[in-house]
């Protein structure tokens, strides 16, 4: 059974992202289609000792463009995020493990928001030993949008089952998929708790919070979480 999921390739991604690329025998990272504003391509949280807090890289976008076409606009963020993430981490277990590779990335030239993100999560991916394999949406070439658009990429790369996040049952034709003979699944991803720093746990962290606190075991701590459909 050849199990697809497509999901936007965020910023630093939290916890659930990576359960999806596990769960999957092809991951495709759906860089081809609308920027979101105000959702995670260009952000998510950390936790800090007053609860938790937003990273955000600015980005210059029009109206209706591609994510893999997304512009980051000037340098400073750089030294914001890397204060941020040091002044909150900097007393994990195993922020030393990880910080100058994640430094060294957040240190680089980026023009595009797609390469960043893209950077950051194959260092993740190796980090956790994740073995499925990946691919870009655009190196489809797939001209659909919505559920036509998963649809293509479902049958392009031999899907037995496509897997969607929760929200697709909102959204999602089930009807072209059934008519396909591709099963759809929906997962439900069940955070696990792992040791935080900083207080009381806190879920749907950026995945560092995860690597920070508790290292070579997050690996196993990623494979135990379940991920269920309904």
């Not at 910080?99 to 994640?102: A, H, L």
């Not at 240190?107 to 960043?116: I, Q």
């Not at 995945?207 to 290292?215: A, S």
């Given at each position: 059974m050849t199990i697809i999921s497509i999901r936007q390739p965020g910023y630093l991604p939290y916890l659930g992202f990576f359960k999806k690329i596990q769960s999957s025998d092809i991951f495709v990272f759906l860089d081809d289609v609308q920027y979101e504003r105000s959702g995670f391509d260009n952000r998510n949280k950390i936790k800090t000792v007053d609860g938790n807090m937003w990273l955000t890289v600015p980005v210059r976008n029009k109206f209706g463009q591609k994510?893999?076409?997304v512009i980051i606009i000037d340098s400073e963020w750089r030294s914001n995020h890397?204060?941020?993430i040091r002044t909150n981490y900097q007393k994990a277990p195993y922020f030393s493990k990880y910080?100058?590779?994640?430094d060294e990335i957040l240190?680089?030239?980026?023009?595009?928001?797609?390469?960043?993100n893209l950077k950051l999560i194959q260092f993740f991916i190796k980090e956790l030993r994740l073995n499925t394999k990946t691919i870009?949406?655009?190196e489809l070439q797939i001209e659909l949008s919505g559920s036509e658009k998963l649809l293509e990429i479902c049958?392009?790369?031999g899907a037995k089952t496509y897997m969607s996040g929760e929200n697709g049952k909102q959204y999602l034709d089930q009807k072209i998929f059934a008519d396909s003979k591709i099963k759809v699944i929906y997962e439900k991803f069940q955070h696990p708790i792992y040791r935080q720093i900083n207080g009381n746990f806190i879920s749907n962290m950026a995945?560092?919070?995860?690597?920070?606190?508790?290292?070579e075991n997050s690996k196993d701590i990623l494979l135990n979480s379940t991920n269920l459909d309904a």
């Open positions: 994510l893999n076409q890397r204060l941020s910080w100058d590779t994640i240190c680089s030239k980026w023009e595009k928001l797609l390469d960043l870009l949406s655009s049958k392009k790369l995945i560092i919070d995860l690597l920070f606190n508790e290292g």
